[in-house]
């Protein structure tokens, strides 16, 4: 009988539409930032120009944020940049102020973390938020494939935001913590401050990517 992991494989090796249609959407996404383990390799958190909508950088690298864009856009075939675009412009005052902006920049404000933070909540995907300092494995509510975990990281260090590809007893989040995309257990980060667990799920036809390659 198959296991687990190679039952995940062989979902894996599937194009994009037909594990889409055949499979949970969260599980669906989680396997979308999977496939991205291997391709990017590197961390670069510079501003860059890029297009709108379905703008990115080159995919063989990224930022921690760019797992989630990417993944999205794979999986489902939705544009964080977009959707965050679009609701910046009609609140912008809703969305954090600390990179002292006047106006939106849709060539980097979804790969913002705080931002996305911001974006899941008005959206209702927001499971979970911190109160207190909690540590960076200890999120209270059982985790799902695709769901989508963020923290303030130790020593002062920025926010950050992963994807879960396995709950139960012993989770493991997908990310680029600077070293690539690489599959990680929960309880790597337990030097960080858990802050916010999402289950997002977006509406079928809203900010909808054509798709544009791997870059521009």
């Known amino acids: ?68 864009v990417r993944a999205g856009r794979d999986a489902w075939g939705v544009d964080l940049q977009q959707l965050v675009h679009e609701d910046m412009s009609r609140d912008f005052a809703a969305y954090p102020k600390r990179w002292g902006l006047t106006a939106p920049d849709s060539n980097i404000d979804h790969r913002r973390v705080p931002n996305l933070e911001t974006y899941w909540t008005r959206q209702g995907a927001r499971l979970w938020h911190a109160t207190s300092r909690t540590w960076g494995f200890a999120f209270p509510a059982p985790l799902a494939p695709g769901d989508i975990l963020t923290w303030r990281t130790f020593m002062n260090g920025g926010p950050h935001v992963a994807i879960v590809t396995a709950g139960g007893v012993l989770p493991r989040i997908v ?37 544009r390659g791997g870059g521009v």
């Open 175 to 211: 990310q680029n913590f600077g070293w690539g995309v690489q599959e990680d257990p929960l309880a790597f980060a337990w030097l960080d401050g858990a802050e916010g667990h999402y289950r997002w799920r977006p509406a079928a036809g809203i900010g909808h990517f054509a798709g």
């Open 1 to 68: 009988m198959p296991t687990r992991r190679t039952a995940l494989s062989l979902i894996a090796s599937l194009p994009a539409f037909a594990v889409a249609r055949t499979v949970d959407p969260g599980v669906a996404l989680a396997l979308a930032a999977c496939r991205q383990i291997g391709v990017t390799t590197g961390y670069d958190h510079e501003y860059h120009r890029i297009g709108y909508p379905g703008g990115d950088i080159p995919r063989s690298t990224g930022v921690c944020a760019d797992v989630v």
